[in-house]
C-alpha cells in the first residue's frame, strides 16, 4: 500500500489506548483496528478530523505516502 497509517505510532506519542481513542472519536474499537492496521480503504474526513483533535496532530502525522508501495486497490 502506497498510503501508510502511523496512528499507532502517534497513539503511542500520546500515551493513548485503542479503546479509549476510538470512544473519544466516536468509532468501534474494531473500526479503529482496521484503520490502524492498514486494512480500510477509506477514511472519513469527520474521522480524521476527530482523531486529530484528540491526539492534537496534523493529518500528515498519521497518513504518509510511501511511493516505493504497492499501489492501493
Known amino acids: ?3 501508510v497509517i502511523n496512528l499507532d505510532v502517534m497513539m503511542a506519542k500520546r500515551k493513548i ?4 481513542l476510538a470512544e473519544k472519536i466516536g468509532i468501534t474499537a474494531a473500526n479503529l483496528s482496521v484503520l490502524k492496521t492498514g486494512k480500510a480503504k477509506a477514511i472519513r474526513f469527520s474521522t480524521l478530523e476527530k ?3 484528540v491526539l492534537d496532530c496534523q493529518p500528515g502525522d498519521i ?6 508501495g504497492t499501489p492501493c486497490e
Open 1 to 3: 500500500m502506497k498510503i
Open 17 to 20: 489506548s485503542s479503546n479509549e
Open 51 to 53: 482523531i486529530c483533535e
Open 63 to 68: 497518513l504518509e505516502f510511501d511511493p516505493s
